[in-house]
């Protein structure tokens, strides 16, 4: 079983910036892909940005040159910095780790972003 703790959520004005943190723990080995996802009211979830251990990258294109994604593989933990923030921003994210030999993934229990215009 792999538990994921996320914080770093809140309350942001537009064009503030804030900082989400997820860390996974329990059993993790091989491959695997780490990331955020958001879903805002009425919306479906949908892809933020992932990190895979080797640390290539896939961003949506709503958040290039915004957000950058990072992750310490000796600490399991992932990091969002998301700049420029906009209203159409605020969502709940979801952190979510995959792991890829066992086909099997986890997710965290979401932290609210809002972001004041």
């Known amino acids: 079983q792999v538990q994921l703790v996320e914080s770093g959520g809140g309350l942001v004005e537009a064009g503030g910036s804030l900082r989400l943190s997820c860390a996974a723990s329990?059993?993790?080995?091989?491959?695997?892909?780490m990331g955020w996802y958001r879903q805002a009211p009425g919306k479906q979830r949908g892809l933020v940005a992932l990190i895979g251990s080797g640390g290539v990258r896939n961003d949506a294109d709503s958040v290039k040159d915004r957000f950058t994604l990072s992750r310490d593989n000796a600490k399991n933990t992932v990091y969002l910095q998301m700049n420029s923030l906009k209203s159409e921003d605020t969502a709940v994210y979801y952190c979510n780790i995959r792991l890829v030999q066992r086909g099997s993934a986890y997710w965290g229990q979401g932290t609210q972003v809002t972001v004041t215009s």
């Open positions: 329990g059993i993790i080995s091989g491959v695997n892909v």
